[in-house]
Each structure stands twice: as C-alpha cells, then as structure tokens.
C-alpha cells in the first residue's frame, strides 16, 4: 500500500482540470484517478456480488411471499365461502386470489431485512455521524505519492485547482484505478 492524496471537488469542471494539473507536476497518469462519490447511504445500490440485481436485504422475501401466499389463499377462500349468499360461487375464488395477493406482499415484507440496522445508514443515523462522519458527495481527484515532499506538492496542485478538502489516504491506484477505495471509511483530511 501507498500513500494516496486525493481531493474532493463539488464541480466536474473543477474536478477534470485536476489530472492534467498532477501530470504537469510529475506524477505519472497511471497513478492519478478520477470518481464520484456518492451521497452517504447510496453506495451499495446494486445488492450482493451473489445477486448483484436484488436488493441486498431482500434475499428472504421469497420464501415470505410464499408462505403468505398459502396462508392468504386459505383465509381469503374461507372469507369468500362465507360471501358467497351475498357474491354468488365466484365468492371463494375471489376471497382466494384477493387473500393470495395480500397474503404475500404480508409475507415478503415481513422478511425483509431491516436496512443497515449496525453500519449507521439510514435506519440508524446517529452511529455514522457519531463513530464515522459521513464522506461528502463530489468528484474525487486521487494520485499515488511515494515521498513526503511529493505529498506537499499534490495537497498544493489539488487546492490549486480548486479541492474543497484534501484527504491523506492508504491504498493502491493501479493503471488509473483506485482498487481498495473505501466510500464509507471517515477521510483524513490534511490541515
């Protein structure tokens, strides 16, 4: 691992004069990185490598809409048997199918996993402002730097061009790409 500085910037325009600013400077192009970060709570938008489409906390609606589902149909039968002076034979099929349809939304919602009950997103803000502040949203300009004086000189070419804050981070950035970024790690920010 390196030591990597990086820049927040809240423009693209700002952000895209950064590499080309970096490369003047000396730094080669393979160790510079451009991104953009996220908001706080919508890094992790696309589920689990497993099922990158489905919502990471979903992984058990399945089997709940299933057993709703049955548990619905029975309830909803019984309950159209008991209309059916009133809705003619159509009643049992109909309290059926109604009680299916309730039965599993019921049945998926209940195992849906509650959203970051410990990692201080959403459902639980006070942890990740209290233990971690957020990272701010905006594009992140990033570069290797091998010595302390190359560190100097890429917290001053990044506030140059116009970095909100300048953070001091450990990691690699391979051919352009910052591999072990970590968008939830608190940035520590150079004074």
């Not at 509650?114 to 959403?122: A, D, K, N, Q, Y």
């Not at 450990?170 to 790690?185: E, L, N, Q, S």
Request: hydrophobic share 45%; glycine share 14%; charged share 20%.
């Amino acid at each position: 691992m390196s030591t990597i500085i990086a820049g927040r910037f809240d423009e693209e325009i700002k952000a895209r004069r950064a590499p080309p600013a970096l490369e003047a400077a000396g730094f080669p192009a393979s160790g510079i990185t451009m991104f953009f970060v996220t908001p706080a709570g919508q890094h992790d938008m696309h589920g689990t490598p497993a099922d990158p489409e489905a919502s990471a906390g979903a992984h058990h609606a399945g089997a709940g809409a299933v057993v709703g589902a049955a548990a619905g149909t029975g309830v909803g039968a019984v309950v159209g048997l008991a209309a059916s002076p009133l809705v003619g034979p159509a009643g049992p099929i109909a309290g059926a199918a109604i009680g299916a349809y309730v039965g599993s939304l019921a049945g998926a919602v209940s195992l849906l996993d509650p959203p970051e009950r410990e990692s201080g997103g959403p459902a639980n803000p006070d942890v990740m402002t209290r233990e971690r502040p957020p990272r701010k949203s905006g594009y992140l300009v990033a570069v290797n730097v091998a010595a302390v004086d190359d560190q100097a000189r890429a917290v001053d070419v990044l506030r140059a061009a116009g970095a909100c804050e300048v953070e001091r981070a450990k990691g690699r950035i391979v051919d352009g790409k910052w591999d072990d970024f970590d968008p939830i790690a608190a940035p520590k920010l150079v004074a």
